[in-house]
């Protein structure tokens, strides 16, 4: 072995023992990897300065302004924990907790059952699958927009079309975008409108399950409603759970529609103000970006916390084809 073979790395040195006719096979493969590796880098450049930019850079400065008092206008002043302990005492925050929560809890289940209650009358067999499929998911791609936030305001108005089908029965309608009892019903009924995604998620899962199977339980006697019970929810259950999961995460981000309804308030009587909304107020309304940001957190861990739950209590309901 050369006195300098030592030094080399253990990829050149298998190189540098190998015989001399061989040796120059093995440098130009080396150099072939080598070559493909920084291929691979340059290619994936462009993610890493996204990744860096604009995810972890934010995230980041998120954390950082959160332990400070930030106006936008002037330069960031440390503070420690002083946003966080504003927090226990601040009861407009926990409001918009409360009617966050309320809406989480029962906009994602009615948006689930209604999907998956689609989704099984779509899997009948019906003629035009695929274009009833696409009008039913078209409510996803618009839930976030601003135009349908309107309408929606519109339709539940006082001249909307919500009070003028109850007159043709002889009832009086009111502005139920207006109502401090209602308001919030308004979301969770636009929330659960959206269910294209869950549902094409869900029929996707329902034409996975074997035929075999309720051809084998009808020949016991089972029903459509015990075959469906025993049967369809049970493997079902992975899709439920990937779609609860993901649901859940995106009715807490939820902003656009409690923004237009409420006109950017969170009314009547905060009866709207989902936690985004406040944190909007405080951001960019109030120019806390300081506490806006602890706030951000805060969603974070909240989503985080709820997330972990889910996992965990998974193992006891959701079942899989080999179990």
Request: net charge neutral; aromatic share 14%.
């Given at each position: 072995m050369s006195p300098t073979s030592s030094t080399l790395s253990p990829e050149r040195q298998d190189v540098a023992d190998e015989p001399p006719q061989d040796r120059k096979a093995g440098y130009t493969k080396y150099s072939r990897r080598r070559r493909d590796a920084i291929t691979g880098y340059l290619f994936l450049t462009p993610w890493l300065i996204g990744l860096l930019a604009v995810t972890l850079g934010p995230i980041l400065a998120s954390l950082y302004l959160s332990f400070t008092d930030y106006s936008l206008l002037k330069p960031p002043k440390w503070i420690g924990l002083a946003n966080f302990e504003e927090m226990l005492t601040d009861?407009?925050?926990?409001?918009?907790?409360?009617?966050?929560?309320?809406?989480?809890?029962?906009?994602?289940?009615?948006?689930?059952?209604?999907?998956?209650?689609?989704?099984?009358?779509?899997?009948?067999?019906?003629?035009?699958?695929?274009f009833y499929r696409s009008v039913f998911y078209l409510p996803s791609l618009l839930a976030?927009?601003?135009?349908?936030?309107?309408?929606?305001?519109?339709?539940?108005?006082?001249?909307?079309?919500?009070?003028?089908?109850?007159?043709?029965?002889?009832?009086?309608?009111?502005?139920?975008?207006?109502?401090?009892d209602f308001a919030l019903g308004t979301l969770?009924?636009?929330?659960?409108?959206?269910f294209g995604a869950p549902m094409v998620i869900f029929l996707a899962g329902l034409r996975q399950i074997p035929t075999s199977y309720y051809e084998a339980a009808a020949v016991d006697g089972a029903?459509?409603?015990?075959?469906?019970?025993?049967?369809?929810?049970?493997?079902?259950?992975?899709?439920?759970?990937?779609?609860?999961?993901?649901?859940?995460?995106?009715?807490?981000?939820?902003?656009?529609?409690?923004?237009?309804?409420?006109?950017?308030?969170?009314?009547?009587?905060?009866?709207?103000?989902?936690?985004?909304?406040?944190?909007?107020?405080?951001?960019?309304?109030?120019?806390?970006?300081?506490?806006?940001?602890?706030?951000?957190?805060?969603?974070?861990?909240?989503?985080?916390?709820?997330?972990?739950?889910?996992?965990?209590?998974?193992?006891?309901?959701?079942?899989?084809?080999?179990?």
């Open positions: 009861t407009r925050l926990h409001k918009s907790l409360l009617v966050t929560f309320q809406y989480v809890f029962i906009s994602v289940p009615l948006q689930l059952l209604m999907a998956l209650g689609l989704a099984m009358l779509l899997n009948q067999g019906i003629r035009g699958l695929s976030g927009s601003v135009s349908i936030a309107i309408l929606w305001r519109q339709i539940f108005g006082q001249e909307g079309l919500v009070n003028d089908a109850l007159a043709l029965i002889g009832i009086q309608g009111q502005s139920w975008v207006a109502h401090p969770v009924l636009l929330n659960g409108w959206t029903g459509r409603w015990t075959s469906f019970i025993h049967i369809t929810l049970p493997l079902l259950t992975p899709i439920i759970f990937f779609n609860l999961v993901l649901q859940v995460i995106g009715a807490f981000q939820s902003f656009t529609q409690a923004f237009v309804v409420s006109g950017g308030t969170g009314g009547p009587a905060d009866s709207t103000l989902l936690y985004t909304l406040y944190l909007y107020d405080e951001g960019f309304g109030s120019f806390h970006m300081g506490y806006a940001s602890a706030m951000a957190w805060l969603l974070l861990l909240i989503i985080g916390a709820l997330t972990a739950i889910n996992f965990l209590f998974a193992k006891k309901w959701v079942f899989y084809g080999d179990e």
